[in-house]
């Protein structure tokens, strides 16, 4: 069975479950499932371990926190935060990413060339053009959350590179320090 299928199912597994959100008093028949997604016995055990594992872990070591993604030195990580500290505990993942000094003053520099000089055109990084453009193609490889792909060869600021760049743009005229930049669920830490 190919990757994508069984996380496919997975994803199956607990759009079945949370029906228990509106019939919590139901059965739940493990025979259906299991016919519904084409499991063996022996693979409906093991999906079913998985899920009281998932349980025991969520209601008792997690209480009180909430898993989030974390974004640091061009790698993703997983971290638990006090759920007092994020905001909208509905979000499905709450991102906090790093970026350093040089790469938040690119960040800056891609929106300004974006908004004022090419004027709403996207980048193309295929060509191995100006030390400019390389440095955006790299920077597209660490944080791909800052870019949109259009499918016409070219890469274009994502909304949050934007609101990003602009709030960088407007430490910088008033020449504040930055040291973090909230945005939507997003928190942009500049070290």
């Not at 994803?11 to 025979?31: G, P, V």
């Not at 980048?123 to 053009?129: C, V, Y």
Request: aromatic share 12%; hydrophobic share 40%.
């Amino acid at each position: 069975m190919a990757q994508n299928d069984k996380i496919n199912q997975l994803h199956k597994i607990i759009s079945a479950l949370e029906q228990f959100k509106k019939r919590k008093n139901s059965l739940f028949s493990l025979d259906k499932l299991a016919n519904y997604l084409n499991l063996s016995i022996r693979d409906m055990e093991e999906v079913l371990e998985l899920v009281f594992r998932f349980q025991a872990l969520f209601s008792s070591m997690y209480e009180g926190y909430i898993l989030v993604k974390k974004w640091k030195k061009e790698k993703i990580y997983l971290m638990l935060k006090p759920r007092t500290e994020v905001k909208n505990i509905g979000v499905v993942e709450p991102k906090e990413i790093e970026i350093n000094t040089d790469e938040a003053e690119l960040l800056n520099d891609m929106v300004y060339y974006f908004q004022h000089v090419k004027i709403g055109k996207g980048f193309n990084i295929k060509l191995n053009g100006a030390e400019f453009s390389q440095k955006v193609k790299q920077f597209n490889r660490s944080h791909p959350y800052f870019f949109e792909h259009r499918g016409n060869g070219l890469i274009y600021p994502s909304k949050l590179a934007v609101e990003a760049g602009k709030l960088i743009q407007s430490y910088k005229r008033s020449k504040k320090t930055i040291s973090k930049l909230e945005i939507e669920d997003f928190l942009i830490q500049i070290v």
